[in-house]
């Protein structure tokens, strides 16, 4: 009941979260919720735990100490990763399987029917603008089209939260638009979005951001106020201004 | 129902070698050729080695009838034709100096007087001459101066018999118990389908894998309902399968091309290679975790390819190796393999004798597969 009411209001919820490597601690004591239908943009530079939490979150990583929730239930869950999508750094791809191969393989994966897959494709398709490209192998496309791809293959199974650890990295202006404007239309849809990035300017896009450094969280709320907050006129010297104080506004 | 996950891994593994030509050529060609290569070109018998024969001995006139009897020439005469080829020279110093040159591989010098002296003794008398015959080898080469001494021993024995002498104590091979008619090449072949199975299987796995892991497709499979468990299934069904397939078309080829010899029950030697497949996988898996870039992983190479080679019996029985080394040889899963296809196809053994193999790959495979899954755990560690 507990966790239902979480899921009710918070897609992901961490409490006290500590992730240490030996005698490094990547994430300490971290308090992050991002709420259910919002885009949370998690922001730092590199090395500030940011991959880290995305890993743990997706139970890839376990924790030192703390609680994390993700969709009403305790990670490590079997059960929510039927409901979440990720998308690590890398395109992370199959590159001999074709656009076509890619998608049935992860649909399979999730354990979804033949006839559902075969819908959920053409939508995506049609989505991520990709449908003459079907047939051909991962290999041979651009390197925006493997983003494409990407991002359909984690939302094979409709997930309600999608996890996406920098996915605009090396990938050009024009196609980071375009990759926004997909990410609008699947909050649109009420699919919930944590996204990692090291570039602020991309933080506008999101309902709420976090900076994150060292491991920690030091300051968080709607890119506006934030900036209001530092009295920057952008997030780059917001960034700078909270660092140098070291601790939340 | 629905088909279990690891089912879905292993048909993406499958689909991946089907689209790629180049991998499939080596996954099925390569083991085809090496099968050629070594079926042809070692076939493990030493042929067309040239001696220098000089002859001194004069030889005798039967006393009845006026006839010439030479043993010496008997002996040339009964030397295996396949093994030597005879030249003649006029003194042992030629011949010698012909070893010396590295023209022939041996000088054989028969004494003059040989036959003679060798009638007289075995006429019973004691005081006769020398009836030595002078092998000077070149001993550089072992097999081939084992091959001539060979020779020119059952030559010599034969020769002794046709004089009408027969030895106090003879020995008699009668029919061969297992592999009558057996040729190197049908010890190799069983060899071959260990080894091929166990080097290509462990090195794709491990190239494979250090992708999964380099590319982020691991990260993204172990987010979803996925678990460790059902990706190491998944490969090893793939590559059971892809093992299966290899090992059939090298018998298929082996019998066509070489006439190799299958006496047992050839779905028993498939058993032993598809578990032996399944070690490899997993091996393969483990490996991987050591290695961060595809580069790392090729530095992995000799460790697993010299064992197998080396210590597995695959080219020499394991009688060859030294015993202070031997027990090494009963770590490395092919030997299993090996001996067991050999003792199907060659022995036409069944599952009642071979069990000790197939026991000792299920424990490589229970031990390999459960390491490879723990690999995969400790990551989230």
Redesign the interface.
């Known amino acids: 009941m507990r966790n239902g009411e979480k899921e009710d209001r918070f897609s992901v919820e961490t409490r006290n979260l500590v992730k240490r490597f030996g005698k490094f601690t990547a994430v300490d004591d971290l308090d992050l919720k991002v709420k259910r239908g919002e885009i949370y943009g998690l922001l730092g530079p590199n090395g500030a735990g940011k991959t880290t939490t995305i890993k743990i979150l997706c139970g890839l990583l376990k924790v030192s100490s703390g609680d994390c929730y993700v969709l009403g239930e305790k990670i490590p869950s079997r059960r929510a990763a039927f409901r979440i999508g990720y998308i690590p750094q890398e395109t992370a791809l199959y590159p001999g399987l074709s656009v076509h191969q890619n998608i049935q393989f992860f649909g399979g994966v999730f354990g979804l029917s033949r006839k559902k897959i075969g819908e959920r494709e053409s939508e995506l398709l049609r989505f991520i603008n990709l449908e003459e490209w079907d047939r051909e192998l991962v290999e041979n496309l651009s390197g925006g089209m493997k983003h494409r791809v990407s991002l359909a293959c984690s939302m094979i199974h409709q997930p309600q939260l999608l996890f996406l650890d920098e996915p605009t990295v090396g990938v050009d202006p024009e196609l980071r638009a375009s990759f926004w404007e997909y990410f609008d239309q699947l909050k649109q849809s009420g699919v919930t979005i944590l996204i990692t990035t090291h570039y602020m300017d991309e933080a506008s896009h999101c309902d709420r951001i976090g900076f994150m450094r060292r491991g920690r969280l030091i300051a968080e709320g709607r890119p506006e106020k934030i900036l209001e907050i530092a009295g920057t006129s952008n997030l780059e010297d917001a960034f700078m201004v909270f660092s140098r104080r070291g601790g939340e506004p | 129902m629905?088909n279990p996950?690891f089912l879905?891994?292993a048909?993406?593994i499958i689909?991946?070698l089907r689209?790629?030509i180049r991998t499939l050529a080596l996954m099925f060609l390569a083991p085809i050729f090496a099968m050629f290569v070594f079926g042809l070109a070692f076939s493990g018998e030493v042929e067309d080695v040239k001696v220098m024969v000089v002859n001194q001995d004069q030889g005798i006139t039967v006393p009845v009838g006026g006839g010439q009897v030479s043993i010496s020439q008997m002996v040339i005469d009964n030397l295996d034709p396949e093994v030597v080829v005879v030249e003649y020279a006029e003194s042992e110093k030629e011949g010698v100096a012909a070893v010396e040159n590295g023209n022939v591989y041996a000088a054989l010098v028969f004494p003059p007087d040989l036959t003679a002296n060798a009638l007289e003794k075995i006429g019973g008398d004691t005081s006769a001459g020398d009836a030595t015959i002078k092998l000077r080898l070149d001993k550089s080469n072992v097999n081939v101066a084992n091959a001539i001494t060979k020779a020119v021993s059952d030559a010599l024995l034969k020769t002794v018999e046709q004089v009408g002498e027969e030895p106090a104590v003879s020995i008699s091979t009668g029919e061969a118990i297992y592999g009558e008619n057996a040729r190197f090449i049908d010890f190799f072949v069983p060899g071959v389908l260990a080894f091929v199975v166990f080097v290509l299987t462990t090195l794709l796995t491990l190239i494979s894998f250090v992708s999964e892991r380099?590319?982020?497709?691991l990260?993204?499979?172990?987010?979803?309902?996925?678990?460790p468990g059902d990706i190491v299934m998944g490969y090893a069904t793939a590559f059971s399968l892809v093992g299966l397939i290899q090992s059939a078309l090298l018998l298929i080829v082996g019998v066509a091309a070489f006439h190799i010899i299958i006496e047992g029950n050839v779905l028993l030697a498939f058993l032993a290679v598809a578990m032996l497949a399944v070690v490899s996988q997993a091996l393969g898996i483990l490996l991987s975790s050591l290695a961060k870039q595809e580069a790392q992983a090729i530095q992995f190479f000799p460790f697993i390819i010299l064992p197998a080679f080396l210590l597995a019996g695959i080219f020499w029985p394991l009688e060859a190796i030294p015993t202070w080394l031997r027990p090494l040889s009963y770590l490395v899963p092919p030997t299993y393999t090996a001996d067991a296809c050999r003792s199907v196809m060659l022995k036409g053994w069944g599952l009642g004798k071979i069990w000790v193999d197939l026991l000792a790959l299920m424990g490589f495979a229970a031990a390999f597969l459960a390491l490879a899954m723990l690999s995969l755990k400790v990551?989230?560690?």
């Open positions: 629905r996950r879905k891994v048909w993406r689909l991946g689209n790629d380099t590319s982020g497709t990260d993204r499979l172990l987010a979803t309902p996925l678990g990551r989230k560690d």
